[in-house]
């Protein structure tokens, strides 16, 4: 089956580094997308992963494992304006679709 | 994203009425996609389409119909809405490409009493 996990909640403060994670196990796999997504607005698209490694685009790094299944979005330097919810998304075998399979995302807060 | 436009913002219906949310987007894209968005369920595909005469059921799509009317819209129905399908709906584009991702719309916060 498919299946994708991530923490429900994680709290932070503004400053520092949070890592968040998420683990898949899916029936193929052909890329991993991270969206953020504040409260009742529309998800924006953060990084995409398709080979092994760390992806740095600013404050925000991605970093895949496939043989692992696992994933990780890490947030530098963090502000106020990061509390929102991150989704990760895998894009199963079959990617003339792009069909993407969301965990239910994870709530970061950030603290003063 | 501003690119991709869904119709209502919100709307609040009784149960056995018959919806059309509507979405359109100026990216040029070939590829739209419906979503709905459950607390804890995360967001779910109901219907995709590549290209104007092509549609494709999703994972939920029971109880919803969808009309490409041209590349730049594309509408989902309720025929017969049910409490259940109480959800915050979400239309999404993308390009053509492995690493494209997908652009969402707004969304619309659909309310059935």
């Known amino acids: 089956g498919q299946n994708i996990d991530q923490p429900t909640e994680m709290t932070a403060t503004e400053g520092a580094i949070v890592q968040i994670n998420c683990t898949y196990q899916t029936s193929g796999f052909n890329g991993l997308f991270w969206y953020q997504q504040h409260a009742g607005e529309a998800p924006t698209f953060l990084s995409y992963n398709v080979l092994d490694g760390l992806e740095e685009k600013g404050r925000f790094s991605s970093f895949l494992s496939r043989s692992k299944g696992y994933s990780y979005l890490l947030l530098k330097e963090l502000q106020m304006k990061d509390s929102a919810s991150y989704l990760c998304a895998v894009r199963d075998r079959g990617g003339a679709t792009n069909k993407l399979i969301f965990g239910t995302g994870t709530l970061l807060a950030v603290q003063p | 994203d501003a690119d991709v436009t869904q119709t209502p913002r919100n709307r609040i219906t009784k149960t056995g009425k018959r919806i059309m949310l509507e979405c359109s987007q100026t990216?040029?894209?070939?590829?739209m996609y419906w979503y709905r968005q459950d607390p804890g369920l995360g967001l779910r595909l109901i219907y995709y389409s590549f290209d104007v005469k092509d549609i494709n059921k999703g994972e939920i799509s029971d109880g919803y119909s969808v009309s490409r009317q041209a590349q730049a819209k594309f509408s989902l129905s309720l025929e017969s809405a049910i409490p259940n399908q109480t959800a915050l709906y979400f239309c999404?584009?993308?390009?053509?490409?492995?690493?494209?991702?997908?652009?969402f719309g707004d969304g619309t916060r659909l309310s059935i009493l």
């Open positions: 990216k040029g894209h070939d590829r």
């Open positions: 999404a584009t993308s390009d053509i490409g492995e690493n494209q991702p997908q652009h």
